[in-house]
């Protein structure tokens, strides 16, 4: 019985999605048949590029060690590990939800909690061609200013998110593998 409550709960929400929709159906069917196309739109979107994400996340999990990984983003990275955080997510190709595995990668593998966040940050807002782009159409003051203030931004979430963690009452470094704080 307890297995039903936690697949009932792990999947309400697409549960609640396809109630909406039949409801949508029901009540109009043009924007029913929107959605529906729009979702798959999205799941056919994924489907391609989680396949190479989990691939790049298989190669990081084997061939990068987790001395390398603790070095650089670890605890004790300082400085140098938001720039490597910053650098990798600006380079990395693909929608947000394709860093998530990359990140709970890094986490596993002794990466700081505050850089884990700071590489997302990062991925889902900086990436070059959209510089390039951004001071092309709006000019090169207007990108520059956007892209400090959205670094600082991200710097300060980061290392935010990782003092409210720590302050909820725990005390060490955060282990992913386990979803919990090591002492």
């Known amino acids: ?27 109009n069917p043009g924007i029913s048949a ?11 979107e994924m489907l391609l590029f989680f396949p190479p994400i989990m691939v790049l996340v298989g190669l990081l999990d084997t061939w990068v060690p987790r001395e390398v990984v603790e070095k650089n983003v670890g605890p004790r990275s300082g400085a140098r590990g938001v720039a490597i ?8 190709a693909g929608p ?13 593998k002794g990466c700081r909690l505050a850089n884990a966040v ?15 782009a ?10 520059l200013w956007r892209l400090a203030l959205t670094l600082l931004a991200i710097i300060i979430t980061g290392y935010l998110v990782e003092r409210i963690l720590q302050a909820g009452g725990q005390e060490g470094t955060f282990c992913a593998s386990e979803n919990t704080w090591r002492r």
């Open 118 to 132: 700071i590489f997302l940050g990062a991925w889902a807002t900086i990436k070059i061609p959209m510089l390039l």
């Open 85 to 92: 955080s910053i650098l990798a997510a600006t380079a990395a």
């Open 96 to 108: 947000l939800y394709a860093g998530f595995p990359v990140a709970d990668a890094l986490l596993k």
């Open 34 to 44: 929107l959605a529906v196309k729009n979702s798959l739109s999205y799941l056919a």
């Open 1 to 27: 019985m307890r297995t039903y409550w936690t697949l009932l709960r792990r999947y309400a929400l697409f549960g609640a999605v396809v109630v909406v929709d039949l409801l949508l159906c029901w009540q």
């Open 134 to 143: 951004e001071a092309k159409f709006v000019g090169l003051a207007f990108a």
